[in-house]
């Protein structure tokens, strides 16, 4: 796994703090871009919290994935959660260690009275201190949040005075973009009242060790959710289901429960997301198909990164983005003069730099920004540079339909039919395009469509 330090700066420590006129939660944050460009510490909010306790808890359970390990807990996470301003709300997000569980919690324009959201990304600091005085908070007494620096500070901060440096796997980054591309294809399969959602919840095991292999299934009944033994139509797969204790944190707020996931042609496992809804709120987490596969490694964004053309109109549309909290691809391709279809790949190059996410419960895709390098997840891809070295040293030749890479001391054959491409290597053996393309494949994409590769990997 790759890895490189992650600087987080912040003016000074998130405190939860009370005084004669009210209790105060500041949330400090630490260099991210903005309409304005890049800031140090930008400033996103402040007004009060209409549910403090449950907006408390769902902050928690987003931090709790972040420190998590669910496959493998060897080393210890602590990477800080990402906050987004989107004008109309606040999307507080994280990604687990292990790269296998995807947080999300949206503080809706109804879960915030106070001035208009501001927009941008950045990170914000969750400390030890803090998440013990969040946890403290028992009552919906009046709670002033503040994201950013206070008012009067925001000009006169000479610096930070407080930093921490955090590895940040390049697995990571690209887990946020797979997420995204794998949440799109997801649709509302059971929807769970608030009675329900607690019984089903509870009733799935703590586990303390490494998350139960082997892929679950449960299936809409009624008004509940019952096991199955197999991907009857409308199952949805629950991988792991130790890997939503994060949800725990909130349970006894729910309001419902939505369950999402793709259609299922076969037993393979699969990704899902389950979404606690909470008044003014919502808690997502979306977890990769197994608890040992992390999302990085799901190959649903190479096809996108294979082309010219994806960068092309991925430059294109970044442009006509706006921070919006809703983002259709057919408002889109009307303003751009691109296919739907185009649109979509270049959004889903966008999110390979985390400049877009995808909303379960409003079907759409929103802006973002992640504070981190945007070319990073693409230039570590393993299977996006070997395909890039293999169609740049020539080791692909066509012959219609069919091509053939050499690589290393063998020749695979790869085939197109029915808009797929299959290969005789043993990733396609294993994976049959399960988990995207191979390397060779993506060579031959790359080759057919005319992507810059002379010299190798770009």
Known sequence: MTRSVQALAYARPSALESSQVGTSLGL????????????????????????PRIAARG?????????????QRTLPASLDPVVTGNGDRLRFESFSGCCGVY???????????????????????????????????????PLHLRVGPEELAVTTLDGPVVEKKVPLPDRWLRGFAEAQVASAGFDLRAELSAAQAVAFLRSLPRGSG????????VVASGSALRPTTRPVPGAVCLPGPERLVALQRVLRHA????????PVADGA???????????GMRLTLTLSPDASRG?????????????????????????????????????????SGLSVERVRAALTRLGTAGRVGYDLADASYF?????????????????????????????????????????????????????ALTCTCQWWADYRGKRGPCKHALAVTMVRRGATVAGGVR
Not at 106 to 132: A, I, K, Q, S, Y
Not at 270 to 279: F, G, H, R, Y
């Open 210 to 217: 490494n998350a139960t292999r082997g892929a679950q299934w």
């Open 367 to 419: 802006h973002r920004e992640l504070p981190y390098d945007a070319d990073r997840a693409e230039r570590h891809n393993p299977r996006l540079v070997a395909a890039r070295e293999l169609a740049g040293a020539g080791a692909v030749s066509l012959d219609g339909t069919v091509a053939y890479v050499a690589s290393g001391d063998r020749r695979y054959q790869v085939r197109e039919g029915d808009g």
């Open 255 to 262: 309001t419902a429960l939505r369950v999402y996931g793709p």
């Open 59 to 71: 902050l928690l359970a987003v931090a709790d994935v972040a420190a998590a390990r669910y496959y």
């Open 103 to 141: 947080a999300r919690l949206d503080v809706l324009r109804e879960g915030l009275e106070g001035e208009r959201t501001g927009h941008g990304t950045t990170n914000v600091d969750v400390n030890n201190p803090l998440r013990d005085a969040l946890s403290r908070i028992t009552v919906d007494d």
């Open 295 to 335: 999302f990085s490694g799901e190959g649903g964004v190479l096809a996108a990164l294979a082309t010219d053309e994806a960068a092309a109109d991925a430059e294109l549309v970044s442009v006509l983005l706006a921070w919006e909290p809703t983002i259709e691809p057919a408002t889109l391709a009307e303003r």
């Open 269 to 279: 496992p699969v990704a899902s997301a389950w979404e606690v809804v909470l008044p």
């Open 28 to 51: 400090e944050t630490a260099g991210g871009l903005t309409p304005r460009g890049a800031e140090a510490h930008p400033r996103f909010f402040a007004g009060f919290l209409s549910a």
